[in-house]
């Protein structure tokens, strides 16, 4: 299994990206999908999961209502449509798959099997 981010860039506080992650060796329609991020400095932190049915989904408080996760099992790919983009949401961000299901939603870093490598967001104030 290969997931791979991309659509990162450098974009005005204020404005908006969308953020993809392509996978290969296996199918998104059968896994919980997520995405996390990491600032310099930090640790690894949630933001958003979609559930493997694709009928559900859950943010972290602190983009809730600004970032939108979907995928489209068709292309098996997952995006992160992220509007009204604050300074603080500076990090790279990196998609994840689960493919065991325990449990949803999961906003642990070790729920997660598989990882993409990492896109940069950066926002300017």
């Known amino acids: 299994v290969q997931l791979q981010a991309s659509g990162g860039g450098l974009v005005q506080a204020g404005g908006s990206l969308r953020l993809s992650c392509a996978a290969s060796?296996?199918?998104?329609?059968?896994?919980?999908m997520a995405w996390f991020r990491q600032a310099p400095g930090k640790e690894r932190e949630f933001v958003a999961t979609i559930r493997w049915s694709g009928g559900s989904a859950y943010y972290a408080d602190s983009v809730n209502g600004r970032f939108t996760i979907s995928k489209d099992n068709a292309k098996n790919t997952m995006y992160l449509q992220m509007n009204s983009l604050k300074h603080e949401d500076t990090a790279v961000y990196y998609c994840?798959?689960?493919?065991?299901?325990?449990?949803?939603?999961?906003?642990?870093?070790?729920?997660?099997?598989?990882w993409g490598q990492g896109t940069l967001v950066t926002v300017s104030s």
């Open positions: 994840a798959a689960d493919v065991s299901r325990v449990t949803w939603p999961t906003m642990r870093v070790r729920a997660y099997d598989f």
């Open positions: 060796g296996g199918a998104i329609s059968r896994w919980n």
